[in-house]
């Protein structure tokens, strides 16, 4: 079924959703009212006939809140997605708690606005302990994103998000742009990152690292 069909028939049956050859949709043919009629639970996304090898697709016209309603979820590779092309509206819209952050299907974290993500109110506890926080540029965190992540709620029994903050507090304190963290006794975390620039402009006063997880606790 090709995307020029499609158009003709924007309520069809789950049936018909199979059927259809997402690749090939020419997206440019639908108005956002077309998008809306879309039922993004049953839209493949994997596969040669997966939507996202659609040349006239956009993540930002998906409808993210019904795939999370669904396991449609699950059949994304999150490395497709480039969260920075997405509005506030659709990110708002994504379970962060679903998503992979390692493996194959791996969001790409150079496209996620993590102050976003993290004041999502699905982003918990179990979510921060799925993120490789080696990854994430603390040059971006907001002071509210940092008021959130060292809380008990976030940071409590999460090492490695404790050494990761414990880090930028510290580059803080010394005024490096070198943020250097421990895990253990036996392994050295390195990041580069000018956090303490960053909250400094925005005119934050930081407490020491006394107030979160520090070396000496982990």
């Known amino acids: 079924m090709t995307g020029q069909k499609l158009i003709c028939i924007r309520f069809f049956s789950t049936k018909a959703y199979k059927k259809v050859d997402w690749s090939s949709v020419d997206f440019t043919n639908f108005s956002s009212t077309g998008y809306g009629k879309i039922d993004w639970s049953k839209v493949k996304f994997k596969g040669k006939q997966s939507v996202s090898l659609s040349t006239t697709f956009s993540w930002d016209k998906v409808d993210f809140a019904e795939i999370f309603d669904s396991k449609n979820y699950k059949s994304i590779d999150w490395g497709e997605v480039n969260f920075k092309e997405l509005s506030t509206e659709k990110q708002n819209q994504i ?74 507090f510290t580059t803080l304190k010394s005024g490096s742009n070198e943020l250097t963290f421990e895990k253990s006794a036996h392994e050295t975390l390195v990041a580069s990152t000018s956090a303490a620039e960053a909250i400094l402009n925005a005119g934050s006063e930081m407490t020491a690292c006394t107030e979160i997880l520090c070396l000496k606790d982990l």
């Open 95 to 168: 379970d962060w708690s679903k998503l992979e952050y390692s493996g194959k299907k791996s969001l790409d974290y150079g496209t996620v606005d993590w102050n976003t993500a993290i004041s999502n109110s699905t982003f918990s506890k179990k979510t921060a302990k799925k993120v490789d926080w080696l990854k994430v540029n603390a040059y971006d965190l907001s002071e509210n994103t940092l008021a959130i992540l060292k809380s008990e709620e976030i940071s409590s029994t999460n090492k490695v998000l404790g050494a990761f903050l414990q880090g930028i």
